[in-house]
Nanobody, 123 residues
Framework: QVQLVESGGGLVQAGGSLRLSCAAS????????MGWFRQGPGKLREFVAA????????TYAVSVKGRFTISRDNAKNTVYLQMNSLKPEDTAVYYC????????????????WGQGTQVTVSS
């Protein structure tokens, strides 16, 4: 069992930045990848970004590529999402997830999920 706790969400103006953090605890040894998903109002949960734990290979949704950066600190069992040039359409609850396999872009690829942190971008 892996426990994930997100933090760093909040209210920001369009064009601004936020940095989300996700701390993993529990049985973290088997984590292969960690990712971020988001769910906006009236929308389905969608993939945002992911990073493999060992090699640090990153994957981004087209909608955030060039604006968001995912990184990790293996020693701290923590993954980060640096969000720059935020747009109102980025408004969503952001969820951190941990998976034990190499596939990262769908919800089914992950075993554990955090509680979510709200990001609101005002125009």
């Amino acid at each position: 069992q892996v426990q994930l706790v997100e933090s760093g969400g909040g209210l920001v103006q369009a064009g601004g930045s936020l940095r989300l953090s996700c701390a993993a605890s529990g049985r973290t040894l088997g984590i292969v990848a960690m990712g971020w998903f988001r769910q906006g109002p009236g929308k389905l949960r969608e993939f945002v970004a992911a990073i493999t734990w060992s090699g640090g290979r990153t994957t981004y949704a087209v909608s955030v590529k060039g604006r968001f950066t995912i990184s990790r600190d293996n020693a701290k069992n923590t993954v980060y999402l640096q969000m720059n040039s935020l747009k109102p359409e980025d408004t969503a609850v952001y969820y951190c997830a941990a998976g034990r396999g190499p596939f990262v872009t769908t919800e089914a690829d992950y075993d554990s999920w955090g509680q979510g942190t709200q990001v609101t971008v005002s125009s």
